[in-house]
T-cell receptor, first 120, second 110 residues
Framework: GAVVSQHPSRVICKSGTSVKIECRSL??????MFWYRQFPKQSLMLMATSNEGSKATYEQGVEKDKFLINHASLTLSTLTVTSAHPEDSSFYICSARDPRTGVLHSYEQYFGPGTRLTVT | RKEVEQDPGPFNVPEGATVAFNCTYSNSASQSFFWYRQDCRKEPKLLMS???SGNEDGRFTAQLNRASQYISLLIRDSKLSDSATYLC???????????FGGGTRVLVKP
């Protein structure tokens, strides 16, 4: 099946610094990728939808200037958490849609293993 | 009101027993429904889709009730390895995105 990777798997950074998380589709070209955030004991919340070659679409309440998303190629999307603060500490998960599954299965997403961010 | 709601549990289940739990969704325009499984500190993984007529995959049975806007998951002959958080997920074509419930935690004990 389709595989999605994320890097790094875990990162600890100091408050005020920026952190970049990469999401790669390994065996397919993903025109659409999604970024989720999951706080402890809570469910996944969609942050934004990343479309290759265009601006990301952010969900309500997500600051686009703080969470910069770049989807410069069909296999890579990046999320940069700028000026990170302790409240940004969370589990960030990306997913990608495999266009080969066709329109009928446009809901199928393959999830990356997640990146655990800790801001001290 | 949350768009997708689940009993957080935990459901403590003796090994070999049956456990069932529901998920309710608020948007009647929801089109597709899924159960995902998430292990601690891991990404969610698709367990099964939920079809209108109900469907079974081994020990797992999923049901959809559109009139009452809920889906259910039943696990028979529970195994220790079934211990996980089960996420109810709803898809709407408008918006083209998945919405996750808060998850139901299941603990299977010997």
């Amino acid at each position: 099946g389709a595989v999605v990777s994320q890097h790094p798997s875990r990162v600890i950074c100091k408050s005020g610094t920026s952190v970049k998380i990469e999401c790669r589709s390994l065996d397919f070209q993903a025109t659409t990728m999604f970024w989720y955030r999951q706080f402890p004991k809570q469910s996944l919340m969609l942050m934004a939808t990343s479309n290759e070659g265009s601006k990301a679409t952010y969900e309500q309440g997500v600051e686009k200037d703080k969470f910069l998303i770049n989807h410069a190629s069909l296999t890579l999307s990046t999320l940069t958490v700028t000026s990170a603060h302790p409240e940004d500490s969370s589990f960030y998960i990306c997913s990608a849609r495999d266009p080969r599954t066709g329109v009928l299965h446009s809901y199928e997403q393959y999830f990356g293993p997640g990146t655990r961010l800790t801001v001290t | 009101r949350k768009e997708v709601e689940q009993d957080p549990g935990p459901f403590n289940v003796p090994e070999g027993a049956t456990v069932a739990f529901n998920c309710t969704y608020s948007n009647s325009a929801s089109q597709s429904f899924f159960w995902y499984r998430q292990d601690c500190r891991k990404e969610p993984k698709l367990l099964m889709s939920v079809y209108s007529s109900g469907n079974e995959d081994g020990r797992f049975t999923a049901q959809l009730n559109r009139a009452s806007q809920y889906i259910s998951l039943l696990i028979r002959d529970s195994k220790l390895s079934d211990s996980a958080t089960y996420l109810c997920v709803v898809y709407k074509a408008a918006g083209n995105k998945l919405t996750f419930g808060g998850g139901t935690r299941v603990l299977v004990k010997p």
